[in-house]
């Protein structure tokens, strides 16, 4: 079983970034983005908006849920 922090305070802890961090960041960007270009290459605009519009309002569902479980 695992533990529930839910009612946790949070924790903060400063990050320090890398001098690389952003390179890697905006090339894990542009990895991102050439991979799903590629998988809806055959997908139409319209087919292609409304999986976009879909999936924006099936993650703001998700954030909804999970905001209001904290």
Excluded: C, H
């Amino acid at each position: 079983m695992f533990a529930s922090f839910s009612n946790a305070p949070p924790v903060l802890r400063p990050v320090q970034l890398t001098e690389e961090a952003p390179a890697l960041l905006a090339e894990a960007r542009a990895s991102r983005e050439a991979f799903f270009k590629e998988l809806l290459a055959d997908w139409n605009e319209e087919e292609v908006r409304s999986f976009g519009s879909l999936l924006l309002k099936f993650n703001e569902t998700a954030e909804q849920r999970i905001r209001s479980r904290n």
